[in-house]
């Protein structure tokens, strides 16, 4: 199968849309899953008590807001190298959801810090450097917003997110840099996991169930991106006449 193929919008729009509904599955079953290991199979931290079960949301949550990122950092290069109107499109689809997630990481995080630390929000270096990592997402939306031609605005929220991206490492490594109340990794690729096995599958789970809820929504969005950008291609004009779309 040659990839290249897929590489313009009018031939990634049909098999996009054919991927969805396997994603959408996909998604379903392992947050299902995910859901039952977390809180009816993981046992009760010693510690926190029944409270910790939050991080089923929220470190997959953060995961995602950072992986997102990166995903988009890389499909802006490419976009920048070879002038590729798709890598522009999947990043501007990416921006919301990895906005999504990144809101739902401090959210759950607030929820989580009020027992621990006795206030819904610090100045965290790990808190706040995932703050900053929300307001690149608003900015970047902003500015592909602010600008009328797609193109112009797609090299402009480029450049912005190329920058951004060194962000990520900052907010991954910020609790080894500094003096942090936000507790380390509790898995690492480098060492055993600090936690149950139990729990570390409802977090993976977790964490996949968002990679497929990821793919599928941003693979909607991004058909809807493309027929905005194609409306007066030829293509688009037949599958109007055909009644594909609406």
Do not use: C
């Not at 008590?49 to 953060?62: S, W």
């Not at 907010?171 to 990794?185: D, E, K, M, P, R």
């Not at 929504?217 to 991004?222: S, Y």
Request: proline share 4%.
């Amino acid at each position: 199968m040659n990839l290249y193929y897929y590489a313009a919008p009018s031939t990634f729009y049909p098999l996009a849309g054919k991927l969805i509904p396997w994603f959408a599955a996909l998604a379903l079953i392992l947050a299902t899953t995910g859901l039952y290991i977390s809180f009816f199979v993981a046992p009760t931290d010693f510690q926190q008590g029944e409270g910790y079960r939050i991080i089923f949301i929220h470190v997959p949550a953060a995961w995602m807001s950072m992986f997102i990122y990166v995903i988009m950092a890389f499909w802006s290069a490419i976009g920048l190298a070879w002038n590729t109107r798709l890598s522009f499109i999947m990043a501007r689809a990416l921006a919301p959801t990895g906005a999504m997630f990144t809101f739902v990481a401090l959210w759950t995080g607030a929820f989580w810090g009020k027992p621990m630390w006795g206030a819904w929000w610090v100045w965290d270096a790990r808190l706040t450097s995932e703050l900053i990592l929300f307001f690149l997402y608003v900015g970047y939306m902003a500015l592909q917003a602010a600008i009328d031609d797609p193109r112009r605005a797609d090299r402009a929220g480029a450049l912005l997110n190329l920058v951004g991206v060194i962000n990520v490492p900052i907010i991954y490594f910020s609790v080894q840099w500094w003096n942090t109340l936000h507790q380390g990794a509790s898995v690492s690729i480098t060492r055993a996991p600090s936690m149950a096995t139990t729990m570390l599958w409802g977090m993976l789970v977790m964490a996949l169930a968002f990679w497929m809820y990821s793919i599928a929504v941003v693979l909607h969005r991004l058909r809807s991106i493309i027929l905005d950008r194609e409306r007066r291609t030829e293509w688009v004009r037949e599958l109007l006449r055909e009644g594909k779309i609406k």
